[in-house]
C-alpha cells in the first residue's frame, strides 16, 4: 500500500511539474534562509524577510544560470518577522510587539532606519505569540493579525491577541474582528476584501479561509476577553455553544462559518499564506483566485470565490505539491512565476530540506483542471480549463459527490462528522467547458466534495487533479 501510494504521488508530481516546475533557488553557505517574509521590490528584486532576523535581498533570480543569484543583507536584529510589505520606497514588517518601517536613506544599500509603525497590543512572551503582516489596502492601510497566547506566559498583558487589527498610515490601529486562533497568513482578493487563514486545533475543526471584516467573530472564544473593551466592534456572544455541529452553531451566532474549509489531510493540514493571482494570464488560467500555502504538507492550494446573499463562499482545488520544505510565504516574481519562502522551524513538513527558496514557472502548457465550481439552486456549475469530452462530461457516472460538516467544541480538531452521499441527477454541458450538475439533498453549511475521474477534455487529456470541496454556507434561492 505504501509503494501505491509512493509511486501515485510521483506520477501526480509528474503531472503537475509538465504545467508548472519549481525551480530551487541556491542559497550560500552559511545563510539560514528561514523564509517567513517575502515581497517584490519595485526593480524585480525578491525581499526576503527570515524568522532569525534578518531581511535579504535577492538578485538574479529568474536567471537561467542560477550560479549568478546574489544575496544582499538589508536588515538583520529583528524579533522574528512574519510577513514583508512594500510602499513608498519602505519595507514594513511584523516584529512580536511592533509593526516596523525600514528605509535605506543613504542608498548605501542597507537600512540605517528602524522606525516603529505601529505598536500597543499585548505581549506576554508566549511561545505562540506571532504576529503576522502587514498586508497594504487599496487606500494605504495595513492589516495585521495576532496569534492566540497558547500555553504559560511571563506576564499577563495579552489584549488583542487572537483579532485582526487594521493600522492607519499615522500608526494608529483600530481591533476590527476577532475569534483567530493561529491566523498565519492574510491578503486581499481581486475586490479589495481582506482574508486570513486559520489552523486547526482547539475550536478549529480544520484550516479554514475567513473574510475579515469590522465586527466579525470567527469562532475561537478566549479572543472574546477583550469585546468587552470600549474598542471593541464585536458584540460577545450571549454563549457558546459546544460539543455540536459546526453549522448548528453558526445558527446561534451569525457570521461563524468561514468562506471555505480545507478538509484535513485532503486539502493540507496547516494553511499559511494568501496571495491573489493579479498575473493577468502570466501564471496561467487561474487569474483572480486565491493561492494558500500549507506548512505541513508543503504544498500550495487554490480558491475560487463567489458572494451568495452578500457574504463570501467557494472551492479549494488541489495545485502544486512537491516543495523542498514547509510553504510559509509567496509572491510574485516580476514575470509572473509564484516565488515561495520556505521554512519549518523544526517542525514537521514534508520535503528534503527545512528552510529555502523555491520558484514555481508556468511552463505556458495549460493543464485541462476544474477552474471554478459555482453554486445555483440545485446544483453547481463546473468551468474547466479547456473544453470538455461531451460524451464523459454530460455522464453523471463521471462525477461522485459528498457532503460533510465538522463538530464545534474546544478539543483540538475534528474528524468530518454526519456525512452523506448526493446522487448526481444530471450533467449538462452549457458551453464547450461549462458542465451544468444537478444533485440531490445540497446541505447547506456543509462541505460538499466532489470527485470527477470520468470526465476528460476534448482533446483528450485527463484531469490533472479530480477533487473539489466547496464550503455550501448559502444555498441559491434562484
Known sequence: MVALLLLAAIALGAAESDHYRLVTIPVPQGIRMEVSGLERLPDGRIAAATRNGDVWFVDGAYEDDLSRVKFHRFASGLHEPLGLAWRDGALYLMQRSELTRLRDSDRDGVADEYKTAAKGWGVTGNYHEYAYGPKFTRDGKMWVTLNQSIGPKITRDDRWRGWSLLVN???????????????????????????????????????????????????????????????????????????????????????????????????????????????????????????????????????????????????????????????????????????????????????????????????????????????????????????????????????????????????????????????IVSAKLIAPSRVRLEAEGLREGYVHELHYPGVGAASGERPVHDAAYYTLNRIRRR
Not at 189 to 209: H, I, K, R
Not at 247 to 252: D, L, M, N, S
Not at 326 to 353: E, H, I, P, Q, Y
Request: charged share 20%; aromatic share 12%; proline share 7%.
Open 169 to 423: 498610515p499615522d500608526g494608529s490601529w483600530t481591533p476590527l474582528s476577532s475569534g483567530m486562533r493561529s491566523p498565519s497568513g492574510l491578503g486581499l482578493n481581486a475586490e479589495g476584501d481582506a482574508f486570513y487563514t486559520d489552523q486547526q486545533g482547539n475550536w478549529v475543526p480544520t484550516n479554514s479561509l475567513h473574510h475579515m471584516r469590522k465586527g466579525a467573530f470567527h469562532g475561537h472564544p478566549e479572543s472574546l476577553r477583550d469585546a468587552d473593551r470600549p474598542e471593541s466592534p464585536v458584540k460577545k456572544p450571549e454563549r457558546i455553544p459546544a460539543g455540536i455541529p459546526i453549522t448548528e452553531a453558526a445558527k446561534q451566532i451569525p457570521g461563524l462559518l468561514p468562506a471555505v474549509w480545507f478538509p484535513y489531510r485532503k486539502m493540507g493540514m496547516s494553511a499559511t499564506d494568501v496571495l491573489l493571482d493579479d498575473t493577468g494570464g502570466k501564471f496561467g488560467p487561474f487569474s483572480g483566485q486565491l493561492f494558500v500555502g500549507d506548512f505541513t504538507l508543503s504544498l500550495v492550494m487554490r480558491v475560487f470565490l463567489e458572494k451568495v446573499e452578500g457574504d463570501y463562499q467557494g472551492a479549494c482545488f488541489p495545485f502544486r505539491e512537491g516543495f523542498d520544505s514547509a510553504v510559509v510565504r509567496m509572491t510574485w516574481g516580476k514575470d509572473g512565476s509564484m516565488f515561495a519562502g520556505l521554512t519549518n522551524r523544526g517542525w514537521n513538513s514534508l520535503g528534503t530540506r527545512s528552510y529555502g527558496l523555491q520558484r514555481v514557472a508556468f511552463t505556458g502548457k495549460t493543464p485541462f483542471e476544474l477552474k471554478t465550481m459555482a453554486s445555483h439552486a440545485t446544483g453547481f456549475d463546473l468551468e474547466f480549463t479547456m473544453p470538455v469530452d461531451p460524451k464523459s462530461a454530460t455522464d453523471v457516472t463521471s462525477f461522485t459527490m459528498s457532503s460533510f460538516t465538522y463538530l464545534y467544541h474546544a478539543t483540538y480538531g475534528s474528524s468530518e462528522i454526519d456525512t452523506a452521499n448526493h446522487r
